[in-house]
């Protein structure tokens, strides 16, 4: 490795830092160094750290242990405006502006100078300068909420700049951008690195890092599986690599099952996010009965919107789904649930539960209008009681009585209610968006049987999820998605080449960019 | 959690208990809420006894005299009543909208013109002069209940198409209302320049308690009028509707967690425009049974605000329709024995003091106060 650059300056340098949150260590003596004018890309999987690290560095988490120095002097920020005093400024996927006020508003916003009158047009200019500067085109005028997401970046970086920032931490900041307006930022940057700044780039995506950062550090689950090295020395696949690693994989008992016919067909999907973005991409994938297929990818890349299309809560502008021979796209949600299309969502409390009514009355959400339950306009209470006292058996949720209201029960309850209703419609098909997400052990395992006992009689499952070792241990197949597009279809646990696929590279192109 | 210790000079004394503030990790007990309701009526009643008391008067005797002239004689309970049937109908119609968490404070104007409606069916006329008064009873009511929908179904379109805040557009549509019934009583049913139109002829009246004072004279004088049949009967229909339903399940799964409805296979939107519709139909209602039973004309004052206590009147019956009756007369009370003690002020504040107040018990609802002995550390 050379080190003709290591006599550069050193900007920050954060020496085995450990930050716990209750149940998981976020950050594992972690080291971090950054130098001047540099571009340094800090690349892992969701959950590795990265955000938690930065947020460290940023004065919003205190860490239990570990050293802090900024231009060689020892610091430990209590809150982010000490950092951003002591020149750190973060930018944060989700922008913290006011929508009704002025670019020059926003920026000024929370600083003691102006001090009473606002003294607009001075001010207008002095951040048209700066913008300038940094080639960050942004009317001061214009009122944020007339602006697009990449201008509005443009604020936040210059909110940073404004206080004084020279290291800036961008957490994901391709993440909401559109193409042209990624190479953009990309050009902003360099511009900063030009005239001195320093830049931490978190991302997860593996070309983007390889374009734009001079090092890179790879955090895996809370520790650093390479530090600071060269971007122009390492090749995607060895990233790649880091990111993901290889562990022993934890097999669950999985028994054989005959594959029957295809039941989930879906052909071309596209769909739009909630800002309106195109998040589907022509995703085609199917899943057959008896066969617990795993669809993989980091956070956001559109498996959320894949999972509402798929049950109809969210709509198709392209494409089809059909179940069993039966075309449900864009069909009334009900109409999917009787021809057995069953959702477990991500959001447990959000979407799976009503908080505030009862157990027997969150188990009967999906059969409430279905005989013996419904009695003509009625709900039959006891027919619905012992629906509920028999769930609760049988999937021994814990809870004091059936007329508990669910928002008091924990999260491994909570889901075990979830399944336990999903689970009793017998549906044909069944997608499970990050079941397991915030379990214990325990719960996590009952979760998995419950999935794998749905795979033995017969079901069809998708398992979207973002811990690779489960994907890998309860699916029969996995697919990779990557910004709303289904990179490949992997049926050896290859976890490498998942890896891959997961930062953008399409099975196809694997191995074909050269081994370094 | 807050820690409350009072500090005084030697020998150290210390304020000897802690109290703790901690959330509710169980289900409240089923008594709490009525206690809280009720707690919140006392303090309010204690409150304006203090100001009655400060303005140097005696609220002993304020409080006697307005429970002896609102409870005191059949004669006066019957008037009560007569104040209560509006409440009761408005009150249902918030409580069936709350539930969903649609926030209708249209109940005014969804009043106005069920009152609209009613006279329509005398003014137009809808029926003829002689017509018998069971054909009144039903077709004004019935006239009444569309035109109250009406209002409520435009306001719960806006929202599920447009996404329209209805907190907005049902309170504008409150002095539309009022304006399209001036409109005509100054105008089209103005009796020779009067701003109210002519009485109606007797047969439209609907009956009260005193039309049987004939067979029992006991009766005589009592002015309770059919409505109450209306009312009673509308709030049992909804308490049933609301607890034991298909459509109240899913009004309460939509109240609750509307993303968990719309993942149930709920559709929201057409939920928010029928509810939105019974509800603007039972304020139409109280407005038609006002009219038909105590006004027996069209006139600008047909409401002292019925609409905007029919908020309250929900939240002191905490949504539920067969406790709405309770609240209703209670507020009947206040209304008719209140002016008693003064036109407005202390009756409206004291009206107001347990809107406030139940807001603030929803607190202890929430959480659990724990008042503990300090131990010597």
């Known amino acids: ?516 | 959690m807050a820690d409350i210790s009072v500090k005084e000079s030697a020998p150290k004394w210390k304020f000897p208990f802690k109290i703790k503030i901690e959330n509710r990790v169980d289900n409240p007990p089923r008594w709490l809420s009525p206690v809280l309701s009720l707690a919140a009526v006392v303090i309010a009643l204690l409150i304006g006894a203090l100001v009655i008391w400060i303005a140097g008067g005696d609220p002993w005797a304020a409080y006697t005299h307005i429970a002896k002239y609102s409870l005191g004689s059949w004669g006066v309970l019957s008037d009560t009543m007569v104040k209560a049937i509006p409440l009761m109908l408005v009150g249902l119609a918030c409580s069936i909208a709350f539930r969903m968490k649609l926030w209708n404070i249209g109940a005014e104007g969804q009043f106005f013109l069920g009152a609209f409606g009613a006279s329509m069916v005398v003014l137009l006329p809808v029926l003829p002069m002689e017509a018998p008064k069971w054909q009144f009873i039903l077709v004004s009511a019935g006239f009444g209940m569309f035109f109250g929908a009406l209002w409520g179904f435009v306001p719960g379109f806006l929202k599920a198409r447009y996404n329209v805040n209805e907190i907005i557009s049902t309170l504008m549509m409150n002095y539309i209302a009022i304006e399209w019934n001036n409109y005509f009583i100054y105008g089209v049913w103005s009796e020779s320049g009067f701003q109210m139109s002519r009485m109606f002829q007797r047969n439209a009246w609907l009956p009260r308690l005193s039309d049987l004072a004939k067979r029992w004279p006991f009766f005589g004088g009592l002015t309770t009028h059919f409505g109450i049949v209306f009312a009673v009967v509308a709030a049992l229909i909804l308490w049933w509707v609301l607890s034991k339903s298909r459509w109240g399940y899913e009004i309460r799964l939509i109240g609750d967690n509307p993303r968990a409805a719309e993942y149930a296979g709920i559709s929201i939107k057409k939920n928010i425009v029928l509810v939105m519709i019974v509800s603007g139909a039972l304020a139409g209602l109280a407005g038609a049974s006002e009219i038909m039973g105590v006004v027996h004309r069209l006139q600008g004052a047909i409401s002292p605000g019925y609409g905007y206590t029919g908020i309250i009147i929900a939240w002191l019956a905490k949504l539920n329709p067969l406790a709405v009756i309770l609240a209703s007369i209670l507020f009947g009370a206040l209304i008719l024995a209140g002016r008693e003690v003064q036109p407005s002020g202390i009756p409206t504040l004291i009206q107001g003091l347990i809107m406030v107040f139940l807001i603030a018990s929803d607190f202890f609802y929430r959480n659990r106060v724990r008042i503990t002995r300090k131990v010597e550390d």
């Open chain 1, 1 to 516: 490795m050379d080190i003709e650059k290591s006599t550069d300056e050193l900007v920050v340098q954060m020496q085995s830092i450990t930050k716990k949150f209750p149940g998981v260590v976020a950050n594992d003596q972690v080291d971090f160094e950054l130098r001047k004018g540099e571009v340094h890309a800090l690349l892992g999987e969701n959950g590795a750290g990265k955000s938690t690290l930065m947020n460290v560095l940023a004065g919003l988490y205190k860490a239990e242990s570990g050293s802090i120095t900024v231009h060689g002097k020892p610091a430990n920020f209590g809150s982010p405006r000490e950092a951003i005093e002591a020149g750190i400024g973060m930018v944060h996927q989700h922008f913290m502006l006011v929508p009704s006020q002025s670019v020059t508003e926003n920026i000024l916003l929370g600083l003691d100078e102006p001090r009473f009158r606002m003294r607009l047009t001075e001010y207008n200019h002095r951040v048209a300068e700066m913008a300038d500067k940094y080639g960050l085109h942004v009317d001061p005028d214009a009122k944020v909420w007339q602006l697009s997401v990449g201008e509005q970046q443009r604020v936040e970086i210059l909110k940073m700049l404004y206080r004084g920032a020279d290291v800036l931490i961008m957490d994901e900041p391709t993440a909401v951008l559109a193409p042209s307006e990624i190479d953009e930022l990309f050009n902003t940057l360099r511009s900063m690195t030009d005239q001195g700044k320093s830049i931490v780039f978190i991302s997860h995506k593996l070309h983007e890092v390889m374009e734009i950062s001079d090092r890179v550090t790879v955090l895996q689950k809370g520790k650093v599986t390479s530090s600071g090295l060269y971007t122009k020395d390492v090749s995607r696949a060895d990233l790649a690599h880091l990111m993901v690693g290889r562990e022993v994989v934890f097999r669950v008992e999985k028994k054989e099952v005959q594959v029957g016919d295809v039941v989930l067909d879906v052909k071309g999907l596209e769909a739009l996010n909630d800002k309106g973005i195109k998040s589907l991409n022509g995703v085609s994938i199917n899943v057959r009965e008896g066969e617990i297929v795993g669809l993989a990818g980091v956070a956001g890349n559109g498996q959320n919107e894949l999972a509402e299309a798929l049950v109809g809560l969210r709509e198709a502008i392209e494409g089809s789904v059909t179940v069993n021979d039966q075309d449900v796209t864009n069909k009334p949600v009900k109409l999917g649930i009787r021809h057995g299309i069953s959702l477990i969502p991500a959001d447990r409390a959000k979407v799976g539960t009503a908080p505030n009514l009862s157990v027997t009355e969150n188990v009967i959400m999906k059969n409430y209008d279905q005989k013996p339950i419904a009695n003509g306009w009625r709900v039959n209470k006891k027919e619905a009681g012992k629906y509920a006292t028999g769930l609760k058996e049988a999937y021994d949720i814990i809870v004091p009585t059936i007329d508990t209201s669910v928002r008091l029960l924990s999260g491994g309850n909570l889901q075990k209610v979830i399944l336990a209703r999903e689970i009793s419609s017998e549906p044909k098909f069944m997608v499970a968006v990050q079941p397991t997400r915030g379990l214990d052990v325990g719960a996590i395992e009952g979760v998995q049987k419950l999935l794998l006992s749905q795979r033995e009689s017969g079901a069809a499952v998708l398992l979207i999820s973002e811990e690779l070792e489960e994907l890998l241990s309860l699916s029969d197949r996995i697919y990779v998605i990557y910004e709303g597009e289904i990179m490949g279809e992997i049926d050896d646990g290859d976890i490498d080449k998942i890896g891959q696929m997961m930062t953008g590279t399409p099975l196809e192109q694997i191995g074909k960019e050269g081994v370094n």
